[in-house]
T-cell receptor, first 115, second 112 residues
């Protein structure tokens, strides 16, 4: 089955600096690569995603890069702000009727922004 | 626009009691999911329903049953609750597999 590893597990950065979180997966059939943000007491919320025919996608201060050959994708947050403090999860998957059984979430990265 | 609604938000049970967690979505999504989240372990898939009328096991199905009541509703049942099932339970939906998932705010369940 799919093996998903997310690093680092915790990350503390100075406000205004950049943060990078990496997700490594094992299933070569994966072609959908989302990042979710979970704030305290809430459910995860999609913040950015990418599909395998694209190498990079950017949305204001956040970006996702994909290296399909090496089977990893990364979340980049620039000019970090206090509201970026949260837990971030990756969840690579593939399409198809039974694809849900292959959805494995990373163990999460707790990002803290220091003022 | 409510999105995904879970009830109840909190529940305390005694070992051996039964309980049904409710989930409803108003986005006309085909697929629905139940996850549990334990500290430091991310989210683990319990059961999912790829479309109305179908359900399948995920990574950790033991001790749970599900019902896809209609396209909107997907319930999770604990027949005989055990302390190991103390967790936060999240319901999610998506248009189909390989699409963004929309999550509810969770049910915090404690079993004594």
């Amino acid at each position: 089955g799919e093996n998903v590893e997310q690093h680092p597990s915790t990350l503390s950065v100075q406000e205004g600096d950049s943060a990078v979180i990496k997700c490594t997966y094992s299933d070569s059939a994966s072609n959908y690569f989302p990042w979710y943000k979970q704030e305290l007491g809430k459910g995860p919320q999609l913040i950015i995603d990418i599909r395998s025919n694209v190498g990079e996608k950017k949305d204001q201060r956040i970006a996702v890069t994909l290296n399909k050959t090496a089977k990893h994708f990364s979340l980049h947050i620039t000019e970090t702000q206090p509201e970026d403090s949260a837990v971030y999860f990756c969840a690579p998957s593939s399409p198809g009727y039974s694809s849900a059984s292959k959805i494995i979430f990373g163990s999460g990265t707790r990002l803290s922004i220091r003022p | 626009n409510a999105g995904v609604t879970q009830t109840p938000k909190f529940q305390v049970l005694k070992t051996g009691q039964s309980m049904t967690l409710q989930c409803a979505q108003d986005m006309n999504h085909n697929s629905m999911y139940w996850y549990r989240q334990d500290p430091g372990m991310g989210l683990r898939l319990i059961y999912y329903s790829a479309s109305e009328g179908t359900t399948d096991k995920g990574e950790v199905p033991n001790g749970y049953n599900v019902s896809r009541l209609n396209k909107r509703e997907f319930s999770l049942r604990l027949e005989s609750a055990a302390p190991s099932q103390t967790s936060v339970y999240f319901c999610a939906s998506s248009a189909s597999g390989g699409q963004p998932q929309h999550f509810g705010d969770g049910t915090r369940l404690s079993i004594l």
